[in-house]
Every structure is written in C-alpha cells, then in structure tokens.
C-alpha cells in the first residue's frame, strides 16, 4: 500500500513563480486536507476536501487554490508564490471526517515537500 | 496565547529512561485527544488516541488525560533510540471532525544508546 503519496519532495521557487504540489492516495478515503508546518507554528490547516467535488478552507488559505476532482487526487496551487510560503507542506487523508473517532481513523500523512521561495 | 502549547525541547534521555510529554491547552471543548509521532523528514503518525479524561496504555505508551487541569500527557517507558522524533499532540471538540483538529508545535526527544 502507497498511503499518501507527496511529490515533488523539495522545490525551490522564485517569488511570484507558481506550482501545483501534488497529492495521492490510494486508501479511498473521502477526507483529504494540506497543512503547513513552520517552527514554533505547528501544524495549520490550509484547505481541505470532504469528498470529491467539496472542498473548504481552513485556517491558512490565503495564496493557496484546490480542487477535487476525484477521490484519489488533491492538489494544492501557489498561483504567486512569496517567502511567507517557504514551508513544509504535508497532504492527509483519513477515511471518514464525520465518524472519524467511532471508526478509530487516524490522519494519513504524506512525507511533506518542503519549499522555498526566494 | 495559543489554544495548545508543547515545550519544543530538545529534550535528550539516556536508553531506558521514562520519558514524560506533555501538553496544556485553554479551549474546554476539547475532548479527544492524540498524540503524533514525526521521525525527521517524514510525515506525523497516529501513536494514541484518547477520549475524555483518563489513561489509556498501549505497550510502552501510555497516555493521560487531565481535563480539570487541562493537561495531557504521553509516558514511553524503557525508551529506545528508535524513540528518538518529534511528538505532536493534537486535540478536537466533539463535534469537530479533523478540520478542526489544533495541533501543538512538537517536542524534539532524543534518546541516547
């Protein structure tokens, strides 16, 4: 089993480039979400999905686009990336938002692309 | 102040030392807490996951909640190098699903052979 799968692992960019950072999983779960994870900032939430077509945003969503085609597939957009974007961007899945404690259904995580924006 | 707050560390132990974690956080909605284990360069993994006040242990975890304190608590006994990573708690509400999950920062251990 893939699990989640993040790509590319590291990325360097100029400001105001843009990119897709990618993410696929494989465990047909409905619930898919990107966080970025600063130091001393924790992990935030940036935008999440609850299935496809339905996405939302989260606590950070500013400069960042989604969209969920299908179940397997979540992309999060820098359409004009600056260096307050330079992170480390993790994808996670679980397989239901809404019973996720009754079903005992941790979040799945990718192993990140880490960023820089210069 | 934030909602969650975790000593960053470092935090370094001999091999076979009780290692104590802990975090305190300030919204009294929260009721299921977990606690995320994050090797270098890797993404968090689900170790414990609690509901409520209470201890539950799984092998030589255990972990503790203290909801009149709001405090949380991970024990690893006999600790092991392997140990060594970032530990993530992370807490909800009860009618929150993971969007509305808050994480704390990390606690870097490190455990020495």
């Known amino acids: 089993n893939a699990g989640v799968t993040q790509t590319p692992k590291f990325q360097v960019l100029k400001t105001g480039q843009s990119m897709t950072l990618q993410c696929a999983q494989d465990?047909?779960?409905?619930?898919m979400s990107w966080y970025r994870q600063d130091p001393g900032m924790g992990l935030r939430l940036i935008h999440y999905?609850?299935?496809?077509?339905?996405?939302d945003q989260g606590e950070v969503p500013n400069g960042y686009n989604v969209s969920r085609s299908t179940t397997e597939d979540f992309p999060l957009r820098l359409l004009s990336a600056a260096p307050s974007q330079t992170s480390v961007y993790f994808c996670?899945?679980?397989?239901?938002?809404?019973?996720?404690?009754?079903?005992?259904?941790?979040?799945?995580f990718g192993n990140g692309t880490r960023l820089t924006v210069t | 102040q934030k909602e969650v707050e975790q000593d960053p560390g470092p935090l370094s132990v001999p091999e076979g030392a009780i290692v104590s974690l802990n975090c305190t956080y300030s919204n009294s909605a929260f009721q299921y807490f977990m606690w995320y284990r994050q090797y270098s360069r890797k993404g968090p993994e689900l170790l414990m996951y609690?509901?409520?006040?209470g201890n539950k242990e799984d092998g030589r975890f255990t972990a503790q909640v203290d909801k009149s304190s709001k405090y949380i608590s991970l024990f690893i006994r006999d600790s092991q190098p392997s140990d060594s990573a970032t530990y993530l708690c992370?807490?909800?509400?009860?009618?929150?699903?993971?969007?509305?999950?808050?994480f704390g920062t990390g606690t870097k251990l490190q455990v020495i052979p």
């Open positions: 465990m047909n779960h409905e619930y």
């Open positions: 996670a899945s679980s397989y239901s938002t809404s019973r996720w404690a009754e079903y005992n259904s941790p979040l799945h």
């Open positions: 999905s609850v299935g496809a077509g339905i996405t």
């Open positions: 609690t509901y409520s006040s």
């Open positions: 992370a807490m909800t509400g009860r009618t929150g699903g993971y969007q509305k999950v808050t």
